[in-house]
């Protein structure tokens, strides 16, 4: 069993930052892919940041070059760094951790950007 729990959200002003975490319970952390996603209201949940094992990232054009994905195996936790939030970027962002068969999610934590 996986369980995945995000920490670092809350409310920001436009131009501000925050650092999302997420730790993953569990053996194995280091060999397998972690991604970002985020849902805001009334819209369809959206990747925003992913990272292999090896540590090669993607990121969709609306975060690249603000948004920055990493992992530290060591404690079993990977990371999602914002910069310049948006207030475009509220939502709330769940942790996912694709594993052979199956899909783990966080429960998510709220980010709001005013404007």
């Known amino acids: 069993q996986v369980q995945l729990v995000e920490s670092g959200g809350g409310l920001v002003q436009a131009g501000g930052s925050l650092r999302l975490s997420c730790v993953v319970s569990g053996s194995m952390f280091s060999v397998y892919a972690m991604g970002w996603h985020r849902q805001a209201p009334g819209k369809q949940r959206e990747l925003v940041a992913a990272?292999?094992?090896?540590?090669?990232?993607n990121y969709p054009d609306s975060v690249k070059g603000r948004f920055t994905i990493s992992r530290d195996n060591t404690k079993n936790t990977v990371y999602l760094q914002m910069n310049s939030l948006k207030p475009e970027d509220t939502a709330v962002y769940y942790c996912h951790a694709p594993r052979p068969g199956m899909d783990y999610w966080g429960k998510g934590t709220l980010v709001t950007v005013s404007s």
């Open positions: 990272i292999t094992s090896g540590g090669s990232t």
